[in-house]
Every structure is written in structure tokens, then in C-alpha cells.
């Protein structure tokens, strides 16, 4: 925008937006903060106007303060047109001069929502919707389109067609993610009255695209590859319970969706640590048979020598031998019964040796013994 319009106190900057009934703007008021500013012009052959009109003062009325509900700043009204200002979605945008809103609708076309982003997101969304429930407003357009994120955390915004629980009025909604009960009034041209229940099956059908990245029409197909998943099965029973045909057999109250959902993540847990612990188990006892094999080798070496080297041994050890030198006579016997006392010795006859003129005593052993 080269002239920049100012409405009130506010000056439009950037257009980032339009509904079935208005236009999108992105602002700022006189302080500089940056909001959402969004025009609804009034027409006098049309009433859609009013009942979004009625739907934003039922919705500040309540003066609703939670982190998972958008906040409404300022409303004004003159002849031609009422305008009201927000809280502004993050910018998906890296570049400043072009602005594409923080939705959960965007983040599904760049298949930004992980299984367990899917989880949480719905958990929040759920926090603020029971704040509503609690105040006796339902939404009544529920969908990916009016979730925004401000500051990264998920608030449900788009609140024009928010009504009283249980008032019975013209069908409102988008396709998708109306339930069957509804539809059927529409096409019988009756007014609907309105419950909870309408709610929690357009938010069964958020989850729905979130887990599986399917359209709402999709539903209830469910991608055979994801079955395979942890905790799947029950997420998938979740989302059938919250978007059966019939709204006796859904989830009675949002607290009983959440209750559902904190189950599933418990039994989840539950199964971490079961897994954790036969691992553990196993490593245990892998480590018990490494020491109690190391333990038995250490202990062979040492009581179990070889073959090899005891025979090394026997051949390295020296006899022992017992050498007589020739000695004079008179202590010949005596080394004879030194070196063989176990053995019966008998002294024989002196014989002559002409040569020396000495005389020997010719010894000698007997091995009878």
C-alpha cells in the first residue's frame, strides 16, 4: 500500500488477509505496536455482518484472558463499516515487506507439523476451547484456517460466528469440519441448536490433518504407513471417538478429550520405560558373561601350563653326575662309600701291580643287593 489509510487511530500498512465478510489488514496503532485490523462492511441486503458483530460482543463480553484464546484490542463501528483489532499472527515470511500469516493451515501446506507437534498443538487448543465451554460460547468454525500462532504458541481465533451453547440459529461453519447433525439441519432448512459437541468434532477433524496431512474430507481414511507408529492405534481411536456420526458417542466435554489424549501419552511412556529396562537387562547381563569368561582365562593361564614348557623345563635342567678322580689308596673306600652309601661294598684281596710296587684295593660294587 503506497498511500497508507488510516482508520481511527490505527494506519494500515500491509493487507494480509480477507474472510467472507471482510478484509485482513496488518496496522499500527499511534504507540507503533503492530496488530490485526479487520473491516467487515455493513450491508443492508446482507445481515452476515451482524451476526459476526453479535459474535465479537458475546466473546469480549465474557472478557476471556487465555494464552490459547486471541486477544481483541479495540472495536468501532460507524454507518459503513465496524472494524475490530487483534493480536497479529507470526510472520512465516523471512521477508519483511511481504506478510503470510502464522496458521495452522500454512504450517500443513509446508508440512511444518510433526506427530508430536500435532499432539501438543491440540492440547492447547484444547485449553482454550474448555475456557469457552466453561463461559457457554461455542465456536462454530473451528479449522485450520482460524488457528494462528502468535509468539509460536496456538491461539483459536476468527470468533465472528461464536453464539450462546445450546441456541438454536442459522447453520454456520465450513465443510469439512461441520458435523453430520448440522449438515442435515442445512439441508432440511432448519436451525441448528448448537452444543459442544459441534466443537469437539471440528477439533477430532484438526487433529486428523495434522497427524495425517490429509484434507478433513479425507477422513476417515488413515495412512497405512503410520499405523506402523507407536502409540498410533489409540491416537486413531481418539480421533474416531471425537468425529463419530453420532455426537452421543463422541467425547462428552472437552476434559474428557484431554483425558483421552494425557492416556495415550502415559501408555506411551509406559512403554519407553519397559523397553528402557529389557535393554538395560540384556546389557547387564552381556557384561556378567565378559567378566565370567575374562575371569576363567585369567585363572587357566596361570594353574594350566603347557605341555611345551614342561618338557622345555626337563630339557634345560642340567643332571647332576657325580665324577671320582683317581685318589690315593688309603681314601679310595672312604669316597666309594661317599658316593654310592645306600650300596653294600666288599673289600677283596690286595693285589700287586709289579709296575708301581703299590698296592691297590680293588673295589667293587655288588649289585646283588
Known sequence: MNNKEIIGQYTLTLKCGYGAYGEVFLAEDLSGRQVALKRIA??????????????????????LNHPNL??????????DYF??????ADNLNDAPASFISDTLANRLVRKMISLNDAVTIIKQLLDGLEVLHNNNLTHRDIKPANIIFVDKIPKLSDIGLMTTINTTVSFAG?????????????????????TNQSDIYAMGKV????????SADDFPVFPLELMSQNGMKQLNQIINKACNENPRMR????????????AKAHANILKRKVSLKHVA??????VIIAIIAGSWEYRKSFTAPSAKSTATNNIDEPKQTTVI????????????????????MTIHKPVKYPQSGSFFADSKIDDDF
Open 42 to 63: 455493513k450491508n443492508q441486503y446482507c445481515l452476515d455482518w451482524q451476526r459476526e458483530f453479535n459474535g465479537l460482543m458475546k466473546y469480549c463480553h465474557k472478557q
Open 70 to 79: 486471541i486477544k481483541i484490542y479495540h472495536i468501532e463501528e460507524n454507518k
Open 83 to 88: 472494524y475490530y483489532t487483534m493480536e497479529l
Open 174 to 194: 465450513t465443510m469439512g469440519f461441520t458435523p453430520h447433525e448440522q449438515l442435515l439441519s442445512a439441508i432440511k432448512k432448519k436451525h441448528h441448536r448448537y
Open 207 to 214: 487433529l486428523y490433518c495434522m497427524v495425517t496431512h490429509n
Open 251 to 262: 467425547f462428552e466435554n472437552v476434559e474428557e478429550f484431554k483425558d483421552a489424549l494425557n
Open 281 to 286: 537387562a540384556i546389557i547387564f547381563i552381556l
Open 325 to 344: 678322580s683317581p685318589q690315593p689308596p688309603e681314601t679310595r673306600a672312604v669316597i666309594s662309600q661317599l658316593v654310592a652309601p645306600e650300596k653294600k
